[in-house]
């Protein structure tokens, strides 16, 4: 996850709001994505935003894209102990392949 | 449905041996890869695969081969397994410009 930085941890109190950051290397990236992988688990997909937009709210999430700075960010409002897991971001770069962040691991405390 | 299913879920195999892992998407898409999540949680690109070009991660060792017999299926072949391909792989297939969609993954240990 060398090209692609989050911070590794993140620890809120249930009902809080979460915010994890990432920032990405390839301006030209199409797609940006957020996968939650729980423990044990697979990679599933969370969410995604399109290079052309600045923000996308899907229920108690929101992703906000800041294409100058290369910086993506994920909000989960409400955070529930269920959200606890390991978000990564990920960019799409040549080959349709994604380049995966090294993950950030959310805590959350009841 | 499973969209993604790979198997075995677990392996445990002593160093030298050839193992195969195998994988099937359900979802009609195109391409097909295989990621490699190492003890610290990062994931690495192996390799990339459609009926038309396979691109591969040149850190990969020529030990690992994919194989596709069909668009729905694309099996990862390790020859001589080493204590440092521990770790668990994950299939995953998307269409085009899309984010893959992830299998559960493989724990593979090598002992």
């Known amino acids: 996850g060398e090209d692609v930085e989050q911070s590794l941890f993140l620890s809120v109190r249930e009902g809080d709001s979460s915010v994890i950051n990432c920032t990405y290397t390839d301006s030209s990236s199409t797609y940006l994505y957020w996968y939650k992988q729980e423990p044990g688990a697979g990679l599933q997909l969370l969410t995604y935003?399109?290079?052309?937009?600045d923000m996308k709210q899907d229920q108690r999430l929101t992703v906000l894209l800041n294409k100058k700075d290369k910086h993506l960010s994920l909000r989960i409002a409400d955070t529930q102990t269920g959200d606890s897991a390991i978000y990564f971001c990920a960019e799409i770069l040549a080959g349709n392949m994604l380049t995966f962040g090294g993950g950030t691991r959310l805590m959350v405390k009841p | 449905d499973t969209a993604v299913s790979q198997t075995p879920k677990y392996l445990v195999t002593q160093m030298g041996n050839d193992k195969s892992i195998k994988c099937e998407q359900n979802l009609g898409h195109d391409t097909m890869y295989w990621y490699k999540q190492d003890s610290k949680k990062f994931l690495k690109i192996m390799f990339s695969?459609?009926?038309?070009?396979?691109?591969i991660n040149e850190t990969v060792p020529n030990r690992f081969s994919p194989k596709s017999p069909d668009k729905a299926h694309l099996n990862l072949h390790i020859n001589s397994l080493e204590l440092g391909d521990s770790a668990v792989y994950f299939c995953?297939?998307?269409?085009?410009?899309?984010?893959?969609?992830f299998g559960q993954g493989t724990r593979l240990t090598v002992v």
């Open positions: 695969y459609n009926n038309k070009e396979l691109i």
């Open positions: 995953a297939s998307s269409r085009r410009d899309r984010g893959p969609f």
């Open positions: 935003i399109f290079s052309n937009m």
